[in-house]
C-alpha cells in the first residue's frame, strides 16, 4: 500500500512533479509486489505469515520556489521483525521547472559542511542515546550518511533508519539542524536563498 499527496494546481510543472512522485512510489510497491511473487510461493515456509509494504509519502515543506517530501517505507518478509527505511525528495523550481537537488547544493564549495554535520549530529545523536554514537562505534559521518534529509526555513532534518546508528529496538532517529548553525557555509545563491532574508544574509553573501 502506498500513499503520495497530489498537487491540485492545475500548473504544468506542478502536474509533472505530482506525476513524479507517484510513479516513485508505485514503483517502490510494483517492485516489492515482483519479489513477493518470486519468493513467497505456496509451499514457502513463510507462505502464511505473507509478507507486507506500507510506504507513506508527506510533504515536509512546501513553496513555489522549494518542496521537500519525506517517505516512509516499512516492510516485512518474515524474520522477527519488519524494517523501516526513508527516502526523501526535495525539488527546486527552476524557471518554473522543478528538479530534484542533492546535499551539496545548498552548501558553498570547498567548504566544511561535511565536518560541521558530522558533529553536529554526532552530537546530538549522542544526546538521544543513539546505541552505536555512545559506545563510539560510529565517531564521524561521511556526506553519503546524509543522503536522506528534508528542508524547511528553520533547517535541516537529517534521517537515520534503524540500525544505522543504534540497534533496531532503539527505531529510527533524527536530527535537526538549525540555519543558524550552517550559516557560514551556506550557498546562499543557492536553492536555499529562498530563505535568506530570514537569516539578515545580503545578496553579497553571508
Known amino acids: 500500500m502506498g500513499t503520495f499527496p497530489v498537487f491540485l494546481d492545475k500548473n ?3 502536474t509533472i512533479l505530482s506525476q513524479a512522485i507517484r510513479d516513485s512510489v508505485e514503483t517502490r510497491v510494483n517492485n516489492f509486489l515482483m519479489l513477493g511473487k518470486e519468493y513467497l510461493t505456496p509451499d514457502a515456509p513463510l507462505y502464511e ?3 507486507d509494504q506500507s510506504i507513506e509519502c508527506r510533504i515536509h515543506f ?10 516512509s517505507i516499512s516492510e516485512y518478509t518474515g524474520g522477527a521483525h519488519g524494517n523501516l527505511r526513508f527516502r526523501t525528495l526535495n525539488y527546486t523550481s527552476i524557471e518554473r521547472n522543478f528538479r ?3 546535499l551539496n547544493e545548498l552548501f558553498l564549495p570547498n567548504s566544511n559542511y561535511v565536518d560541521i554535520l558530522s558533529r553536529l549530529c554526532v552530537n546530538d545523536l549522542k544526546i538521544q ?3 552505536l554514537i555512545t559506545s563510539q562505534q560510529v565517531k564521524t559521518f561521511s556526506e553519503s550518511d546524509f543522503s536522506e534529509f528534508t528542508i524547511n526555513p528553520a533547517g535541516l532534518t537529517i534521517y537515520f533508519a534503524p540500525y544505522e546508528v543504534g540497534a533496531y529496538a532503539e527505531g529510527p532517529y533524527q536530527v535537526f539542524i538549525p540555519f543558524n548553525l550552517l550559516k557560514d557555509v551556506i550557498d546562499w545563491n543557492g536553492p536555499l536563498g529562498v530563505f535568506k532574508h530570514l537569516y539578515k544574509i545580503t545578496n ?3
Open 204 to 206: 553579497s553573501g553571508s
Open 12 to 14: 504544468e510543472p506542478l
Open 129 to 131: 542515546g543513539a546505541s
Open 62 to 71: 512546501f513553496s513555489p520556489e522549494l518542496i521537500s517530501l519525506l517517505i
Open 49 to 51: 505469515l505473507g509478507w
Open 100 to 102: 530534484e537537488l542533492t
